[in-house]
């Protein structure tokens, strides 16, 4: 009898660990599954996992059940294969997913829309968005296709930059059945000869808001606004920001849905070409329409030492990056940033060679886009010159009126000579807390580790995770998160490409 009860407890303990741990379930990679195929998780339909695959000019939807088997490999053959593929964008839904893509045929770009199930089939037929006639071969994406947070709108715009001084920026507003809500076509004048556009979001209004700013051969903005458009509206209105004597480094947007704020930051710097100072804040009410908070707060001493790495005290934050800002119920918010730079033997690098590139160099084109995609094209760079670096993670807490509350810093040590693509991080949340997922090089074997930041700012290295495989390396930075506990990483096994579901 005494023997049973033991083994009962046994069992029964067992199974709470279990349901308190970490497991991971690997898929099989196919043989054309190489490193330089281009990929996207497009997520978690009535169950099953989904993954878009392109190999050679073929297009495939990959389902998964939930032990990482293949179910089904759909080939969507609607797609053209003898014509330009440039870009892929998924939006998953419970039950579907909508494959937005754009190609080019001859001198015309197509973005068109396909709705799939479940089970990777079409459903429907496939819709055409827009189209727009180039007299040349693009080579980043015209269109960009963006989602409100609760997916009830999509956008699908594109800006016209031929003429310098007026750049027109074409719209077409969708609901959640790709029906058009509104088409507009806005000229937005561009005064000055160094003036761009930056970061661009949709809230869950069909509201649109972006930046615009004066920024010289890269370097920090020296004058910046935000713009917004109303969904139904023919029109933008543009409001300043009061930057006084200090100059800001890329422009990040967050919407905030439940308060109804647009919430703005950056770093900042009182010099130009000077040392990172601290962050900049600014808050946009949308109901009363004004700024409720612009503010700037400077970096303790005490925090520079502990974030600083190999740098020294006053250039700590010079090679940190804005990765993630999270919004609060009550107004509070949450930033994540990360050291990232590159080492040479020919040439020194700083922030100021990256900083604005993505949006500085598509200038020449008659169209483009201000983003360019994370997965599509990413390919393994074979030049031994450059050496890649991911260091420190550095976590902020503030309130609602930008008063600092906590902070944080994860100590990592990353780099590599091939690519970045196994170095950075992915952020998950689970149950209130922010999990921090990426690898660490443990006796010469990346693995993947897992460190926890609770609401009060307390900080965890969760144990190893389970059924962590030795023979696979993991590319966080382009997992997704695709339920409340689940999140399927891009793995790398024998030279070719899978993907880990991991369960918390």
């Not at 296709?145 to 999509?154: F, I, R, T, Y």
């Not at 091939?418 to 660490?440: A, E, I, K, P, R």
């Amino acid at each position: 009898m005494i023997c049973r009860r033991l083994i009962l407890l046994m069992v029964l303990a067992a199974a709470f660990f279990n349901s308190n741990s970490q497991k991971i379930v690997y898929s099989e990679p196919d043989r054309d599954d190489t490193r330089r195929m281009n990929f996207e998780i497009a997520g978690k339909i009535n169950g099953n996992f989904l993954v878009y695959k392109n190999v050679r000019n073929r297009d495939w939807i990959v389902v998964l059940d939930n032990e990482m088997r293949e179910i089904t490999k759909e080939e969507q053959d609607y797609v053209p294969d003898n014509d330009r593929m440039i870009n892929v964008d998924f939006f998953a839904y419970p039950d579907f997913c909508y494959m937005v893509y754009q190609y080019q045929k001859k001198n015309t770009i197509y973005c068109m829309a396909s709705k799939i199930d479940g089970n990777g089939k079409k459903v429907g037929d496939v819709i055409q968005l827009d189209t727009t006639h180039l007299g040349f071969a693009a080579d980043n994406k015209v269109y960009t296709v963006l989602s409100s947070e609760d997916k009830s709108k999509l956008i699908v715009f594109k800006i016209n930059s031929r003429n310098r001084k007026m750049f027109r920026i074409t719209t077409v507003l969708l609901n959640d059945r790709l029906e058009t809500l509104k088409r507009n076509k806005i000229n937005l004048p561009m005064e000055e000869r160094n003036e761009y556009l930056g970061e661009f979001q949709l809230d869950n209004e069909g509201d649109l808001v972006f930046t615009k700013y004066e920024s010289s051969n890269g370097d920090e903005i020296s004058r910046a606004s935000f713009l917004t458009k109303s969904a139904y509206e023919d029109s933008l209105m543009q409001h300043p920001l009061d930057l006084g004597d200090i100059n800001l480094d890329e422009i990040h947007i967050k919407v905030d849905n439940y308060n109804k704020r647009y919430f703005l930051t950056s770093f900042y710097y009182k010099e130009k070409r000077g040392n990172v100072d601290g962050f900049y804040f600014y808050v946009w009410d949308k109901q009363s329409r004004q700024s409720l908070i612009e503010t700037s707060v400077a970096f303790s001493e005490e925090l520079r030492k502990e974030a600083k790495g190999d740098a020294n005290v006053k250039m700590a934050f010079n090679d940190y990056f804005i990765r993630n800002i999270i919004t609060r119920k009550d107004g509070g918010f949450i930033i994540a940033s990360e050291a990232y730079y590159t080492t040479s033997r020919f040439n020194s690098w700083n922030r100021w060679n990256y900083l604005n590139r993505s949006y500085m160099s598509t200038m020449d084109y008659y169209y483009y886009s201000p983003y360019y995609s994370s997965i599509w094209g990413r390919g393994w760079n074979s030049s031994q010159n450059v050496r890649f670096h991911a260091d420190n993670i550095t976590v902020f807490s503030f309130d609602k009126t930008g008063k600092p509350e906590w902070n944080n810093v994860i100590v990592k040590e990353q780099y590599d000579d091939q690519s970045d693509d196994l170095l950075s991080y992915q952020v998950m949340v689970t149950g209130g807390q922010l999990h921090f997922l990426f690898n660490q090089n443990e006796r010469r074997v990346n693995l993947l580790n897992d460190y926890s930041v609770a609401p009060d700012g307390q900080m965890n290295r969760n144990p190893t995770l389970k059924n962590l495989d030795k023979g696979y390396e993991f590319m966080p930075r382009y997992a997704k998160q695709v339920s409340a506990r689940q999140i399927i990483i891009p793995c790398i096994t024998r030279n070719y490409i899978c993907f880990a579901k991991v369960e918390f």
